[in-house]
């Protein structure tokens, strides 16, 4: 399909976790809105179409800049949503046809960014196998923990088991392995760093740090708790779009603050130094 185009690819960001809750669509919005305004053209695919947060993210974003003076920037958007078929292998034909279909639709742009669903399926493991790069949203606790690994202590030694959706991660890596592709670039951001419990925030570092060696992945700080990200949904905003005229919101230091954990998270996933080559 879209692979036989050599002349041109799109870097492909899958945002994924097996977690409800984590801020996947949230960063998958900031994500998005940073490629616009840096000029790119960017295509966004919802696998979690039934669910659809990011879809009516982007439904109160058109409709937000329809009634408003503000030129905020848009995506090409699809929504896949899983087959209904009857019978196994029908189902997961019609998935594969269904993401293939719209991803040749979004082919000619320069990204295309998966938003997938909180649970394990055909059509999420289809979507990670096209990742360039994986982004892993991961809330700060030990609950969370276990999306990545169950930790235990047996005998004062530290036993750590790899979770279903990290064995899933290196399945994916194999197949690319065994394709000859590039092999996924795995990114572990830390949502809601506390700025109290300083000893579960040092204790989650130890334990990630850990991790990171074990399933060859990179850490990233993400986003704090912050009300901001709420409210900007129902306009379908990001933090990136507050300089623009005509979106109401007055930026406070709360927004200076949530913005610039924003642009770290940017900086520190690296898209900057991998962006397609633009026609001049």
Same mark, same amino acid.
């Given at each position: 399909? @879209?692979?036989?185009?050599?002349?041109?690819?799109?870097?492909?960001?899958?945002?994924?976790?097996?977690?409800?809750?984590?801020?996947?669509?949230? @960063? @998958?919005?900031?994500?998005?809105?940073?490629?616009?305004?840096?000029?790119?053209?960017?295509?966004?695919?919802? #696998?979690?179409?039934?669910? &659809?947060?990011?879809?009516?993210?982007?439904?109160?974003?058109? %409709?937000?800049?329809?009634?408003?003076?503000?030129?905020?920037?848009?995506?090409?958007?699809?929504?896949?949503?899983?087959?209904?078929?009857?019978?196994? +292998?029908?189902?997961?034909?019609?998935?594969? +046809? %269904?993401?293939?279909?719209?991803? *040749? +639709?979004?082919?000619?742009?320069?990204?295309?960014?998966?938003? *997938?669903?909180?649970?394990?399926?055909?059509?999420?493991?289809?979507?990670?196998?096209?990742?360039?790069?994986?982004?892993?949203?991961?809330?700060?606790?030990?609950?969370?923990?276990?999306? #990545?690994?169950? /930790?235990?202590?047996?005998?004062?030694?530290?036993?750590?088991?790899?979770? @279903?959706?990290?064995?899933?991660?290196?399945?994916?890596?194999?197949?690319?392995?065994?394709?000859?592709?590039?092999?996924?670039?795995?990114? /572990?951001?830390?949502?809601?760093?506390?700025?109290?419990?300083?000893?579960?925030?040092?204790?989650?570092?130890?334990?990630?740090?850990?991790?990171?060696?074990?399933?060859?992945?990179?850490?990233?700080?993400? =986003?704090?708790?912050?009300?901001? =990200?709420?409210?900007?949904?129902?306009? &379908?905003?990001?933090?990136?779009?507050?300089?623009?005229?005509?979106?109401?919101? *007055?930026?406070?230091?709360?927004?200076?603050?949530?913005?610039?954990?924003?642009?770290?998270?940017?900086?520190?996933?690296?898209?900057?130094?991998? #962006?397609?080559?633009?026609?001049?």
């Amino acid at each position: 399909m @879209t692979e036989q185009n050599a002349q041109h690819r799109p870097k492909i960001v899958v945002i994924g976790n097996e977690k409800g809750g984590s801020g996947k669509s949230t @960063t @998958t919005m900031h994500l998005v809105v940073s490629l616009l305004k840096e000029g790119y053209s960017v295509g966004t695919i919802d #696998l979690d179409a039934r669910q &659809g947060t990011l879809s009516r993210y982007l439904e109160n974003r058109s %409709n937000f800049a329809e009634k408003s003076d503000s030129l905020i920037p848009m995506p090409e958007h699809r929504r896949v949503y899983r087959s209904q078929a009857k019978t196994t +292998e029908e189902s997961e034909t019609e998935d594969r +046809e %269904n993401l293939e279909k719209a991803m *040749t +639709e979004l082919w000619k742009l320069d990204f295309i960014v998966f938003d *997938t669903p909180g649970s394990d399926n055909y059509l999420s493991r289809l979507g990670h196998s096209y990742a360039d790069i994986l982004v892993t949203p991961l809330n700060d606790s030990f609950l969370d923990m276990d999306m #990545l690994a169950k /930790v235990e202590v047996q005998n004062d030694e530290l036993k750590l088991t790899p979770s @279903t959706y990290s064995q899933m991660v290196w399945e994916q890596r194999q197949q690319r392995a065994v394709q000859r592709k590039k092999p996924i670039d795995w990114v /572990v951001m830390r949502n809601r760093l506390s700025h109290i419990d300083a000893k579960n925030k040092r204790d989650m570092g130890v334990l990630l740090e850990h991790l990171a060696k074990r399933l060859q992945f990179r850490l990233a700080s993400g =986003f704090g708790e912050r009300v901001i =990200f709420r409210e900007l949904f129902p306009k &379908g905003l990001t933090l990136l779009d507050l300089d623009e005229k005509g979106t109401g919101v *007055t930026m406070s230091m709360s927004h200076v603050a949530a913005r610039q954990e924003v642009r770290s998270l940017l900086s520190a996933i690296g898209l900057d130094k991998e #962006l397609p080559q633009r026609d001049a």
